[in-house]
């Protein structure tokens, strides 16, 4: 059993040895999302920042999970360290980020990556590389010498979470699994068996 009375603060423990110790994307978690006809669908996406009020992650609202979380808001991700036989399972409702924090965190974003969130319409059939490489073309004349601005298409989310579950790999199977659920605005944590 972790000692720490709620989930964040034994996330952000266990995620700060996983930067230390994972050779590359300590941040990538697999989303995994149900679309209105109740089929699933999982994807990796990168984690940009969890503290008590969600965890954050960014992406095309054109895109399939953005359709299944404005149909369905309840997702779950899990993280995987395998250099510390770790896993993390998150839970809860999603809620789009506000205008202001996309912001915020697109003018962050490496200037290919901005010109690219333009030019990539994320799921759609595309007919060629070239037509891709086209687009890019096309927007990087569009901002150039510019600001690129955040497009209307591409935000980001946060997930509220309401379970948590940290997995540590343990000899012969015998894993240690701690359960955090939110009940009632209180974190209650148990052990499952592994
Ligand atoms: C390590 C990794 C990180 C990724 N991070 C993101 C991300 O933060 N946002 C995103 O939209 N797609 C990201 N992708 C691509 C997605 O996995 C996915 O292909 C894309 O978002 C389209 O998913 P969808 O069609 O299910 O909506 C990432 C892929 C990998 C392998």
Redesign the pocket.
């Known amino acids: 059993m972790l000692s720490f009375q709620e989930p964040f603060s034994a996330f952000s423990h266990w995620y700060a040895e996983a930067v230390r110790s994972e050779p590359s994307?300590p941040d990538?978690m697999a989303l995994a999302?149900v679309d209105a006809s109740g089929r699933p669908?999982v994807?990796?996406?990168?984690m940009?920042g969890m503290n008590e009020d969600g965890l954050t992650?960014?992406?095309?609202l054109g895109?399939?999970?953005?359709a299944a979380l404005d149909l369905n808001r309840f997702a779950s991700v899990v993280f995987h360290w395998r250099s510390l036989q770790r896993q993390v399972v998150v839970e809860g409702a999603v809620e789009p980020v506000m205008p202001f924090e996309a912001d915020e965190y697109f003018r962050s974003r490496p200037r290919g990556s901005q010109v690219g969130a333009w030019a990539s319409d994320?799921?759609k059939v595309l007919g060629s590389r070239l037509e891709l490489e086209q687009r890019v073309t096309e927007y990087e004349r569009k901002f150039e010498g510019a600001e690129v601005p955040r497009p209307p298409h591409w935000s980001g989310f946060r997930m509220v979470p309401d379970r948590f579950e940290f997995w540590q790999g343990m000899a012969s199977r015998l894993h240690v699994r701690t359960e955090y659920r939110r009940v009632d605005g209180a974190w209650e944590a148990v052990t499952l068996f592994p």
């Open positions: 994307e990538a999302t669908s994807r990796m996406v990168l940009k992650f960014y992406t095309n895109s399939r999970k953005a994320q799921g």
